[in-house]
């Protein structure tokens, strides 16, 4: 089974846990108050037959009997779940408990060692279970030994009643007490899987410039995984870096010729070839687009932690400064920005992009630019707008 979610996995883990002990530990108790409650029926059973076997006499005719009640009640009550009865296997003469009424045992058919007690259970007063116990004795009296099968049984219906109803009480109890574990277990790993949070945290902010390492302080068993996790973050830092450092490098080693291509197209204009100049130029002002593409690539892709920068003044600085360049004297720059809006971002590279964005407006307005900052949830929108004739069909791909 695929579980997407480590809390699940491990409830789901301790779910099955909680539910194998309970169900083993309430089959345990269960089986052990039905083993209680048979020692308990056995000595009862075993005192009643011993009061019986003392108490036997025999008539004339050599009629088992018995000379006084046994104590308890349920004997001379009829089909009380409680009997005895006793064959005199000499002449088969029986007899047996008021409570047996007109019923006689069935007994099984084995041959009872002497003075053994046997235990049994077998069909009793209508269609009932009864559990018996059963012991062969011998008898002297006036027409010599008489051998005595006596019995006493017991109806099963009263412990089966009691043993289900202390199952169902055992179930309810256990289940409370699962919920109850389950409850305490998602506590427990919820608490547990705390610093992996911590951990996400600590990325998220790494991932939005406020810092550059994950924070220490977290429990030894994930120590190995943020070390790694930082280690990853210096060596990915430092291979950035000596990336930038060769990137800027090589823009500046194209400086030297661009500065002197530069020049030549100067001179080729100068000379009368401005069709050739063009060319050049056109070919000129690739190359210097493309190193400083390149520069400003390394440079935002390096890492660093990034302060606030707040949004207003920013743009106030751009708008001055372009309100004095020739395309901007002539036109109204506005600006439309909440006080106090504030966004995670370097101001060096939020400043070339708002400046760009303004610059290529001013230069292709009419006569008016817009620039607004709107707060969508926690997102800041920026919206540069100008009236100009816009980017033909053509070229919009």
């Given at each position: 089974m695929n579980l997407p979610s480590l809390k699940i996995r491990l409830l789901f883990i301790q779910a099955i846990m909680i539910i194998l002990a309970l169900g083993v530990t309430g089959w345990?108790?269960?089986?052990?108050?039905?083993?209680?409650?048979?020692?308990?029926?056995?000595?009862?059973?075993?005192?009643?037959?011993?009061?019986?076997a003392a108490g036997i006499?025999?008539?004339?005719?050599?009629?088992?009997?018995?000379?006084?009640?046994?104590?308890?009640?349920?004997?001379?009550?009829?089909?009380?779940?409680?009997?005895?009865?006793?064959?005199?296997?000499?002449?088969?003469?029986?007899?047996r408990s008021r409570s047996l009424w007109d019923v006689a045992?069935?007994?099984?058919?084995?041959?009872?060692t002497v003075g053994k007690i046997d235990v049994h259970t077998i069909k009793g007063p209508k269609k009932s279970t009864v559990l018996i116990h059963e012991r062969r004795l011998i008898y002297k009296s006036p027409l010599g030994e008489q051998t005595v099968r006596l019995v006493v049984a017991l109806d099963m219906v009263d412990f089966n009643i009691m043993s289900s109803k202390f199952t169902v009480e055992i179930v309810i109890s256990l289940l409370v007490l699962a919920i109850f574990l389950l409850l305490a277990g998602w506590f427990q790993i919820a608490f547990g899987l705390k610093p992996l949070a911590q951990i996400q945290k600590s990325i998220a902010t790494i991932r939005a410039g406020t810092a550059t390492?994950?924070?220490?302080?977290?429990?030894?068993?994930?120590?190995?995984?943020v070390n790694e996790v930082n280690e990853l973050l210096a060596a990915q830092e430092k291979t950035i870096l000596k990336a930038r450092h060769r990137s800027n490098d090589l823009a500046h080693g194209f400086k030297t010729p661009l500065t002197a291509l530069k020049t030549d197209i100067q001179r080729l204009r100068a000379k009368g070839e401005g069709e050739i100049a063009d060319d050049i130029e056109l070919m000129f002002q690739a190359l210097r687009r493309q190193i400083e593409r390149e520069l400003t690539t390394s440079r935002t892709r390096e890492i660093k932690t990034i302060d606030e920068t707040e949004i207003m003044s920013l743009l106030n600085g751009i708008?001055?400064?372009?309100?004095?360049?020739?395309?901007?004297?002539?036109?109204?720059?506005?600006?439309e920005c909440p006080q106090k809006i504030s966004v995670q971002a370097d101001i060096d590279d939020l400043a070339e992009i708002l400046g760009n964005l303004l610059e290529n407006a001013v230069?292709?307005?009419?006569?008016?630019?817009?620039?607004?900052?709107?707060?969508?949830?926690?997102?800041?929108?920026?919206?540069i707008e100008d009236d100009g004739k816009g980017i033909s069909e053509k070229l919009r791909d």
């Open positions: 345990g108790i269960v089986h052990l108050f039905e083993r209680q409650v048979e020692r308990r029926i056995d000595a009862e059973l075993s005192t009643y037959l011993n009061q019986l006499t025999f008539s004339d005719a050599g009629a088992p009997v018995v000379a006084s009640s046994l104590a308890d009640p349920r004997f001379e009550k009829i089909y009380s779940g409680l009997y005895w009865q006793i064959l005199n296997e000499t002449n088969q003469i029986s007899a045992l069935t007994l099984p058919t084995d041959n009872p390492r994950i924070n220490a302080g977290l429990p030894k068993e994930v120590s190995p995984l708008c001055t400064t372009l309100r004095r360049t020739p395309h901007g004297e002539t036109k109204k720059i506005n600006v230069k292709h307005a009419a006569k008016k630019i817009t620039a607004r900052v709107s707060i969508i949830e926690d997102t800041v929108l920026f919206d």
